[in-house]
């Protein structure tokens, strides 16, 4: 077996010195200047007081650093194996951006999850709050709230202005978002002042952050004056994008040129698959039962939940210390600097969906999972388990943490910024089902867990490509023949939702402001498994799972196609 040190032409630790590395590292530095959003996301020190510029100005210079960067790695050739891998990445990344630009993608970014809406307020949330200086710098950052509202208005009206708008459907849940964040939705206190409420240094500081936080609280509330007034009105009701913005959006998310109707056959396919292990597993909790008399059993049964969010945090928090103790050394090597992982609920007002932050390139912030309570205030356990261990190890934490220690064989880009969706939430649906052969999901509760998960993912592929592509549902099936449209949507994924009504409803939302998005669990899942048998296969008895992970988690985030490439090479 090859090992990625192993067959790179430069020796460990040099590779940080090539023209790729040195130019990888500078694009990313110059998107943190550009965009401080970035910035502290990724821990770049020097920007705690800054906001991104969201007007046009800003969108259109980091396009031109894209473009300039793409210009410059074209015509760099590379020093060694490493530096190969990382061009390719990057050509193949940053190429995908420039289209996404020249479709006109950056003037209707508008969606309940992942656009500026969200992330403007979300940065609070990775913003340091132990010392008086990092409250001043929250202060300050407080006050550039509201021209960074402006900046994204401008942006949305020249997207309108130039006939490129985001559905109508996406500013409403925008519009609302900013609602609760601007103290407009009469759902207790808002976001900022509630910041604000936990700072406590007394005096000019404190009366600086109340005024930022009013100042933050205000700019909401007039982007949700904005969306819902101004911007959804000279909307469209339309929501599906078509199979050229489609095709597009996947091959952002996947690094993939997928067969879109052969996706959409497979999807139906592993449906029905899933479905049977579902039946099977409902059998070991309550024999005779309809896996829906279990799930109710199972959602409803004090003896299986937990009360109260400091609860649920701390067993998640359990739940990750424990895997984090037992995997390393045994199936994975886990360099010191990721063994903490920390859970955290998530503030309220965002999409229903879990999520996870990386640490800081220092490591002085460890990586997080978050999770919103949607309001509730008793958790049945048995689909939070595999979430768990989705969200952390060996999931995202144990991926994208990895990646962070990775500084002698990965370049910054690779590092920080180059999550590939398809490759990343491919691994951590993969390493659920992984847990599930190790042994972690024996207890049937969350093996059912694991596959009422997998089965949503799974509809996914089927409501996403048909609803974009407005295809019609196959014969065999419930409403044969019929097309696909939000409301049809609605209805068949709250079917398979773990939390059905308005998580679902946020999930359907999502999947028509991010089309492609969604498919990227299950399709990047299916190429994970798929390359594990191709290597299964060749190598036989030799095949060594443990190698096998190291080895993929080593090459870092990949482009579904590359990273076939890549282990089939290696491995």
């Known amino acids: ?73 074209r015509r760099t050739h590379p020093d060694n194996n490493a530096d190969r891998i990382c061009r390719d990445f990057m050509v193949e990344r940053l190429t995908v951006g420039i289209e996404l630009f020249e479709a006109g993608e950056a003037w209707r970014t508008l969606r309940n999850l992942g656009s500026p809406v969200q992330s403007i307020r979300q940065i609070f949330d990775l913003s340091a709050q132990g010392s008086a200086e990092d409250w001043h710098h929250i202060a300050v950052r407080l006050a550039k709230v509201p021209a960074s509202i402006e900046g994204l208005q401008a942006t949305l009206r020249h997207g309108l202005d130039l006939g490129l708008p985001a559905a109508r459907r996406q500013a409403l849940v925008c519009a609302r978002q900013a609602e609760v964040w601007g103290g407009e939705a009469g ?103 309809s896996v829906e008399e279990v799930v109710e059993l199972l959602r409803t049964d ?57 640490p800081s390139e220092d490591w002085t912030r460890p990586g997080r999972t978050w999770y919103p309570t949607g309001g509730r205030t008793v958790f049945p356990l048995w689909n939070e388990v595999s979430t768990a261990y989705h969200e952390g190890v060996p999931g995202h934490h144990l991926q ?100 059905p009504g308005e998580f679902t409803r946020s999930e359907v939302d999502r999947y028509m402001g991010m089309p492609a998005q969604a498919i990227s669990y299950k399709v990047g899942e299916r190429a994970w498994f798929e390359i594990r048998a191709d290597i299964q296969s060749r190598r036989g008895a030799g095949f060594n799972l443990k190698d096998f992970h190291t080895q993929a988690l080593h090459l870092g985030s990949l482009g579904l196609d590359q990273m076939r490439r890549e282990m089939l090479t290696a491995m």
């Open 1 to 73: 077996m090859q090992w990625l040190c192993e067959h790179s032409d430069a020796p460990p630790g040099l590779a940080g010195l090539t023209a790729i590395f040195d130019l990888a590292d500078r694009y990313v530095s110059g998107l943190a200047d550009l965009d401080a959003l970035l910035a502290t996301y990724l821990g770049v020190p020097g920007h705690a007081e800054d906001m991104t510029d969201q007007s046009p100005d800003g969108v259109v210079a980091t396009a031109e650093l894209t473009q300039r960067t793409l210009t410059e790695l």
């Open 400 to 499: 994208v943490g990895l990646m962070t220690c990775l500084k002698e064989d990965l370049s910054r880009y690779q590092r920080s910024i180059g999550f590939v969706s398809g490759h990343g939430e491919g691994w951590a649906l993969y390493a659920e089902r992984l847990m599930g052969e190790l042994g972690y999901l024996d207890n049937p509760d969350y093996r059912l867990g694991m596959l009422s998960g997998s089965i949503f993912r799974a509809m996914r592929v089927v409501v996403d490509i048909g609803l974009h592509l407005e295809l019609p549902i196959p014969d065999g099936e419930e409403n044969a023949g019929q097309q696909w449209s939000p409301d049809v949507a609605f209805s068949f994924a709250d079917r398979y939702s773990p939390i």
């Open 302 to 358: 004090p003896s299986r939940a937990v009360e109260g969010a400091d609860n649920l945090q701390g067993f998640l928090q359990n739940l990750t210390d424990t895997a984090i103790a037992e995997l390393n050394g045994t199936h994975f090597d886990i360099p010191e600097q990721i063994r903490r992982c920390e859970c955290l609920i998530a503030p309220p007002g965002g999409a229903a969906a879990m999520y996870y932050t990386p």
């Open 187 to 289: 759902e207790g206190v808002p976001y900022f002042l509630a910041l604000a409420g936990r700072c406590t240094h007394e005096g000019p500081l404190r009366s600086e952050v109340d005024a930022g936080a009013r100042q933050a609280t205000e700019a909401y509330a007039g982007l949700a004056r904005f969306l819902r007034d101004v911007y959804a009105p000279a909307a469209p009701d339309r929501d599906p994008v078509g199979r050229d913005r489609y095709r597009l959006a996947a091959r952002e998310f996947l690094g993939s040129d997928i067969d879109l109707d052969e996706t959409y056959a497979w999807g139906w396919e592993e449906l029905h698959r899933l479905e049977a292990e579902m039946r099977e597993a409902a059998q070991r909790i309550s024999p005779g039962a």
